[in-house]
């Protein structure tokens, strides 16, 4: 557990990129942890290497990226859980790709036309930058536990964990427009009701929440 919060504590976003090529031992690692997130979840997410058009657009350079020549595209059938989802299983990639020595940014709009295939029935949701950072980015302005959640000082500590978690978490534009609420040992998470990628969002900061206050120690409700 500490391993993972060490990985959420070290991963920050990162929109410029070295002209290294992602080593095949490490893609077939990526790829393998894909796979199976891809039987657990049913989603169809894909991770794709050297290519550069997806990100040599207006919208690339606006967002100010540099480099980006591999990403990772967050595809599944419609459903109404499917944004939440690929934020969920997106972030456990995510963090995999940090443990791997890769850096990574969450992509809304700034991006090109990808080259993922979804198939019929299926809708790519967002995309995810993937590949050697010139830095390793920065740490952001964080909301306070109160700010997010019914957390106090008689909370419980694996609560108190989980929020410091999710406070670590990446959201659209830094917005962090989200709220936990405890009662014993059910926790709820609901998202703010204004703001973009409000879902994707709850399902990242639900990831953090699990790894940091433990899954066993809580259920959803």
């Avoid at 504590?9 to 929109?15: E, K, L, N, Q």
């Amino acid at each position: 557990m500490s391993d993972k919060m060490e990985t959420i504590r070290a991963r920050h976003s990162v929109r410029q990129y070295l002209q290294k090529q992602i080593p095949e031992g490490i893609r077939k690692e990526l790829d393998d942890y894909t796979a199976e997130l891809n039987r657990q979840s049913s989603l169809h997410i894909q991770i794709l290497y050297d290519e550069p058009e997806c990100f040599n657009s207006r919208m690339a350079h606006y967002g100010r990226f540099e480099n980006c020549s591999n990403y990772i595209a967050m595809i599944g059938k419609k459903a109404p859980d499917l944004e939440e989802k690929c934020g969920y299983y997106g972030e456990l990639l995510v963090l995999k790709a940090q443990e791997l020595g890769l850096n990574t940014c969450w992509v809304a709009l700034t991006h090109g036309k990808s080259k993922a295939a979804a198939a019929e029935g299926e809708t790519e949701v967002i995309i995810i930058s993937l590949g050697y950072g010139k830095t390793q980015g920065s740490t952001r302005k964080s909301k306070s536990p109160a700010d997010v959640s019914n957390a106090s000082s008689d909370s419980p500590e694996w609560f108190k964990k989980g929020i410091e978690a999710a406070l670590l978490a990446p959201t659209a534009v830094n917005q962090q427009k989200f709220r936990f609420t405890r009662t014993d040992n059910k926790v709820s998470v609901k998202p703010g009701l204004i703001g973009s990628c409000l879902k994707i969002d709850i399902g990242i900061v639900k990831c953090h929440f699990e790894i940091g206050a433990g899954r066993e120690n809580f259920e959803w409700i």
